[in-house]
Nanobody, 133 residues
Framework: VQLVESGGGLVQAGGSLRLSCAAS????????IGWFRQAPGKEREGVSC????????YYADSVKGRFTISSDNAKNTVYLQMNSLNPEDTAVYYC???????????????????????????WGQGTQVTVSS
């Protein structure tokens, strides 16, 4: 499994960025892909998640209405469109992958909350997003 993030950078508050997560080495359609972020001195935070088998999505409250996750199954790529960025969004952003079969309790609502980061077995190297005020 290989995940490669791209699209990070420096942007002013109110601006936009689109992150990409290019996946290879596994059956993309059978997996859920999550975006996580970690700011210096802070714990890792789940940002968004998409289930490729059924297209269901999840967003953290802090990004709802501003971020949009999407999946291009033909390109084996997941995108995170980030609008109305603010300095609190500054972090290293990681994408992660795990088979839907391992995450279905959270993706179907049988378990409360989003799939936790600890349940994802494959991670990318991360891409830095810096939002200046």
């Amino acid at each position: 499994v290989q995940l490669v993030e791209s699209g990070g950078g420096l942007v002013q508050a109110g601006g936009s960025l689109r992150l990409s997560c290019a996946a290879s080495g596994f059956t993309f359609d059978d997996y859920a892909i999550g975006w996580f972020r970690q700011a210096p001195g802070k714990e890792r935070e789940g940002v968004s998640c998409i289930s490729n088998p059924d297209g269901s999505t999840y967003y953290a409250d802090s990004v709802k209405g501003r971020f949009t996750i999407s999946s291009d199954n033909a390109k084996n790529t997941v995108y995170l469109q980030m609008n109305s960025l603010n300095p609190e969004d500054t972090a290293v952003y990681y994408c992660a992958a795990e088979p839907y079969s391992d995450l279905w309790p959270w993706l179907t609502g049988a378990a409360m909350g989003p799939p936790p980061g600890g349940r994802f077995g494959s991670w990318g190297q991360g891409t830095q997003v810096t939002v200046s005020s």
